[in-house]
């Protein structure tokens, strides 16, 4: 999959530029998250979640 691809997959599963994210989960071996994002858990594997950028919050 390309990373065009997988952008717009990520942009229609709700990760949205502005929109607060925060990591819920991690599998024992990394791989995959958990995050939270637009009122519910999403998913991803480290490929995917490698292509979303953020700044920290503290």
Do not use: F, T, W
Not at 15 to 37: F, K, N, R, T, Y
Request: charged content about 25%; overall charge negative.
């Amino acid at each position: 999959m390309s990373s065009e691809e997988i952008n717009l997959k990520l942009m229609e599963m709700g990760c949205l530029p502005g929109e607060p994210i925060s990591v819920e989960q991690v599998a024992p071996l990394g791989d995959p998250v958990s995050v939270q994002v637009s009122g519910y858990r999403l998913s991803l594997r480290l490929d995917e979640a490698k292509h979303i950028l953020v700044d920290i919050i503290d």
